[in-house]
Structures are given as structure tokens and as C-alpha cells.
T-cell receptor, first 112, second 113 residues
């Protein structure tokens, strides 16, 4: 059973648009929710992360919105640029143990 | 450069070959991971080593054999693989325990012919 469900699978936006990627989880023991960005030929790299004690976190043009009651979280990219074209993965983990559960990834293309 | 180095970057092997993937981290972390990345699938956790002991083994076939000789090095030994094992194999490291960032290597693109 997939622990973290991610949508959409792919997304195409114009430069300056605001792509939104959504993730949902079931396990209420999760308490750390990172987003990873992966460019072709590279491994995933941490983009931004949130803990469930806040509903929103912003770092530069990237914002995570977190809805604890709905067990959902999303990534918003403001003023998207062609250089943001990459695959984005959401993930979740617990305070104990070493396992990260990843979503299936969203391939984002930002058209100039 | 993320501080996690994987070699080789690309590997083509026959089904009867034996090969090894290597991972080295320079971040002082004490947990290391092997993930398998296939197209349109979530990253699949294969093995976790924490403090040099294997703590996770997610039903991985025995043709994959991990080795962690110390906290900085991780190997994945491969033998008699199948074509469906072709994928990107990613190594990652973190500090032991949750709520910490995992740093990934660039991966080894494995093709089994």
C-alpha cells in the first residue's frame, strides 16, 4: 500500500504561473514532510520541508501548505521559471526510525 | 555536490555477471540507504543501515546484497540480476532518527541485458 499519494503525475505551466503539486497520507504518525527536487541525471535534493505544528512554510518562491486534519500537503511554486522544470517528490517520515516514504513524483515543465 | 558519491554512474551487466555499486558519504552521517528508482514508481527503499547495522530490509530479492563496512561506505553487491532490475539505484545518508534531511547521491543507472 502506497503510504504517500502524489498528484498530478505531470504538469505544464507557462513562465510566471503557479504550479501546485498535492500529496496525501494516511499514517498519523508521520511528522516530517519534505519535498525533493530532482533534475535529470541527478539524485533528489531537499527543497523545503514542514512539520505538522505549522500550516504553511515559505522559502523563496516555494511554499508548502499543510492541512493536518485532511492529512494533505501541497507545494506551490510562485513565479515559476524554466529552470524549475524538474521532477518533484513529496515524502513523509516519522520521528523514530529511518524510513522515508516517497510519492510517485510530478514531472514539471515550465514553458518560457 | 551533495557530499554523497556513487560509483559507477552507469553500469551495463549481463544476467550472469557479478558487480558491485559503491557509495561514500562525507557528511558525518550515521545512517545510509539504498533506494531503487523506476519510471512512474515511488522511490523504493531497499535497505537501511543505521550505526552500521542493517535495520531495514524491505523484501528485497537475495540477488541484491548490501554491505556497510563503516559509517561512510555502503555497497550493493549484485548477482544473477533480471532485466526488470534495470533502474536508477540511489544511495542516501542522514543522521539517525526521523525529521532529518536525507542527502542523495547522483545514482547508478543500471541496465541488465
Amino acid at each position: 500500500q502506497q503510504q504517500v499519494k502524489q498528484s498530478p503525475q505531470s504538469l505544464i505551466v507557462q513562465k510566471g504561473g503557479i504550479p501546485i503539486i498535492n500529496c496525501a497520507y494516511e499514517n498519523t504518525a508521520f511528522d516530517y514532510f519534505p519535498w525533493y527536487q530532482q533534475f535529470p541525471g541527478k539524485g533528489p535534493a531537499l527543497l523545503i520541508a514542514i512539520r505538522p505544528d505549522v500550516s504553511e512554510k515559505k522559502e523563496g518562491r516555494f511554499t508548502i501548505s499543510f492541512n493536518k486534519s485532511a492529512k494533505q500537503f501541497s507545494l506551490h511554486i510562485m513565479d515559476s521559471q524554466p529552470g524549475d522544470s524538474a521532477t518533484y517528490f513529496c515524502a513523509a517520515s516519522r520521528n523514530t526510525g529511518n524510513q522515508f516514504y516517497f510519492g510517485t513524483g510530478t514531472s514539471l515543465t515550465v514553458i518560457p | 555536490e551533495t557530499g554523497v558519491t556513487q560509483t559507477p554512474r552507469h553500469l551495463v551487466m549481463g544476467m550472469t555477471n557479478k558487480k558491485s555499486l559503491k557509495c561514500e558519504q562525507h557528511l558525518g552521517h550515521n545512517a545510509m540507504y539504498w533506494y531503487k528508482q523506476s519510471a512512474k514508481k515511488p522511490l523504493e527503499l531497499m535497505f537501511v543501515y543505521s550505526l552500521e547495522e542493517r535495520v531495514e530490509n524491505n523484501s528485497v530479492p537475495s540477488r541484491f546484497s548490501p554491505e556497510c563496512p563503516n559509517s561512510s561506505h555502503l555497497f550493493l553487491h549484485l548477482h544473477t540480476l533480471q532485466p526488470e532490475d534495470s533502474a536508477l539505484y540511489l544511495c542516501a545518508s542522514s543522521q539517525e532518527g526521523g525529521r532529518t534531511e536525507a542527502f542523495f547521491g547522483q545514482g547508478t543507472r543500471l541496465t541488465v541485458v
